[in-house]
């Protein structure tokens, strides 16, 4: 799959069957977040891999609002050390590593964005670092509409030379 075409057809998955996914696989997703472009270099990221049932049942249970990371083969966790460019640049890693997944047939969702401070002990992240996201992974449950998304229009979001001219 092309990138334009994997960045259209993107969507959240939220059940995953219980194949789990190839190491190869695996090592890639987390080599697309290494990777990514960081400001200044920095680099703050570190990506926890997990596929231990029991312990993805526990990120399961800590994450309000990804309780179906239970269920999921893999989860990448994405801690940061406390930097400047932090978020963009592990926001920017985490979008890395969902295409290249998806790209792949394996879907994925964003869990988190803050509130996972209690991820960090059984994790052993250290007291320095947040924790950005848990990013579920695995071959989705039901067949996803690839594409099939309500976005805003392309001339309400787009702007031309200055903000209130259209680009279409």
């Given at each position: 799959m092309d990138t334009?075409?994997?960045?259209?057809?993107?969507?959240?998955?939220?059940?995953?069957?219980?194949?789990?996914?190839?190491?190869?696989?695996v090592r890639r997703i987390v080599e697309a977040g290494r990777l990514t472009g960081s400001g200044m270099n920095g680099q703050p990221w570190h990506f926890i891999v997990v596929r231990d049932p029991e312990t993805l049942r526990k990120l399961g249970a800590l994450a309000s609002s990804g309780s179906y990371t239970a269920q999921?083969?893999?989860?990448?966790?994405?801690?940061?050390?406390?930097?400047?460019?932090?978020?963009?640049?592990?926001?920017?890693?985490?979008?890395s590593m969902l295409l290249t997944a998806w790209a792949e047939g394996v879907g994925?969702?964003?869990?988190?964005f803050g509130g996972l401070d209690k991820v960090k002990a059984p994790l052993d992240i250290p007291a320095g670092h947040d924790v950005l996201a848990i990013l579920?992974?695995?071959?989705?449950?039901?067949?996803?509409?690839?594409?099939?998304?309500?976005?805003?229009?392309?001339?309400?979001?787009a702007h031309l030379?200055?903000?209130?001219?259209p680009f279409e």
């Open positions: 334009f075409e994997a960045v259209r057809t993107l969507l959240a998955v939220r059940s995953y069957q219980p194949k789990p996914v190839p190491d190869d696989l999921a083969p893999l989860a990448i966790v994405v801690a940061t050390e406390k930097s400047r460019f932090a978020i963009s640049d592990a926001s920017r890693a985490i979008q994925s969702n964003w869990v988190g579920p992974f695995g071959y989705p449950a039901r067949a996803v509409g690839k594409g099939k998304k309500r976005r805003k229009a392309l001339r309400e979001v030379e200055k903000y209130g001219r």
